[in-house]
């Protein structure tokens, strides 16, 4: 059997120390915090108050936390608030209702997240890796390898950060609370489970354990790997599961999805079928629309085999090409095809809002346009 470029070793460019960074509030739950400030020789309720401030007032900076005496709070924030992410490019688009912000780690590692302001929600699409082992062909963040995997707390800080933007008021038409976050950036999250499913329970605790956002406005996304899908199913989280499938045969997409070679398509749509029975969720299948790869007529009615009368949504997303690839967008009449074919197969189907476009929309792009300076 082929041995799976699953881990690939990331390109000189990228490579960088593999440390995870220091700890931070953000990775411990309340009682972890409290014995963590205790241990500092502070009281604990003042593991309340710093968690107040970070999850609930979306404070990061500890100057601003004035409830608490100078002393202490430089001694709390010592240990528990390291600095995380360090904004290095923000771009932005929309009037100002979409960024895109490019993160330095405290080990160098390039990261970054999407804001997508709506007059309804605020959705965030955060990076669970510093690049990506899956190697998907098509992707920039798939080319530039696996530097390693993030922290629970270097998850939730790029939440945090975009919450405090939404309740300041920094989105132009947009509610001020950030509703919905998406593990749609940078990274296979399933690869970083136990940190991506922590992060998960951070963000829906209720204040001022967690940001308390509803389980339901979580979408977690991955490739089909397909043990990790089953302890998902097990995990009694109604999160929604994204299966970025992209192709509905085994041939092609041992291509376009490398880790097909290991877990076919029947496999992962059986978990994903799972996941759907043990949750209620419908199951988002995400669909990148490639001119003349995985576009065609009956690669449509094929994928509408596979899912009619299931609990699943087709996601499908034009293709945004990175510079220089020979990897197109499907044209306009080829992709509605796609769309009416699946609809008359009993499929619900949209087309993914191409938000971004116009700031290197594509997961990895920014990351790697940084790189090539
Ligand atoms: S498409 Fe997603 S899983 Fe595939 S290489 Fe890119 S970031 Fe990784």
């Known amino acids: 059997m082929t041995a799976l470029p699953l881990i690939q070793a990331a390109p000189a460019q990228y490579r960088r120390r593999s440390a995870l960074p220091p700890r931070h509030l953000a990775d411990l739950d309340l009682a972890g915090r409290r014995a963590a400030v205790a241990a500092l020789g502070e009281q604990p309720y003042r593991a309340g108050q710093l968690s107040t401030h970070y999850f609930d007032r979306l404070v990061r900076d500890p100057a601003a936390m004035t409830d608490i005496p100078a002393a202490s709070r430089d001694r709390l924030a010592a240990d528990l608030l390291p600095t995380l992410l360090t904004p290095v490019r923000e771009q932005s688009c929309d009037g100002g209702a979409t960024r895109k912000t490019l993160w330095r780690l405290h080990d160098g590692a390039l990261v970054e997240s999407v804001l997508m302001g709506y007059p309804d929600r605020v959705t965030v699409c955060v990076s669970s890796q510093a690049g990506c082992g899956m190697a998907c062909p098509f992707c920039a963040t798939g080319q530039a390898g696996l530097t390693r995997n993030l922290s629970t707390a270097e998850i939730i800080d790029q939440v945090v950060w975009f ?10 038409g947009c509610p001020p609370r950030l509703s919905r976050v998406v593990f749609m950036g940078m990274g296979e999250p399933l690869a970083n489970y ?18 308390g956002l509803s389980q339901r406005h979580i979408t977690v996304s991955t490739v089909g790997l397909l043990p990790a899908m089953r302890r998902l199913t097990e995990e009694r989280l109604s999160v929604t599961l994204a299966l970025s499938l992209h192709a509905p045969d085994d041939e092609l997409r041992d291509t376009l999805v490398p880790v097909n070679q290991r877990w076919k398509v ?3 749509l059986d978990a994903a079928w799972a996941y759907a029975g043990r949750t209620g969720r419908r199951v988002s299948i995400e669909y990148a629309m490639i001119k003349d790869v995985n576009d065609q007529p009956w690669r ?3 994928l509408g085999r596979l899912l009619a009368g299931r609990l699943a949504h087709v996601n499908l997303i034009p293709l945004n090409p990175t510079p220089g690839s020979v990897w197109d967008a499907s044209p306009k009449p080829v992709e509605r095809e796609f769309v009416r074919r699946l609809r008359e197969a009993g499929v619900p189907t949209t087309v993914r809002d191409t938000r971004g476009r116009e700031i290197d929309g594509a997961c990895g792009q920014l990351a790697a346009a940084e790189v090539a300076q």
């Open 300 to 302: 449509a009615d094929l």
């Open 266 to 268: 029947a496999e992962v």
């Open 194 to 211: 136990a940190r991506v499913i922590e992060a998960v329970r951070r963000l829906t605790d209720p204040a001022p354990e967690g940001l």
């Open 163 to 172: 919450a405090g933007a939404a309740a300041r008021g920094e989105l132009p």
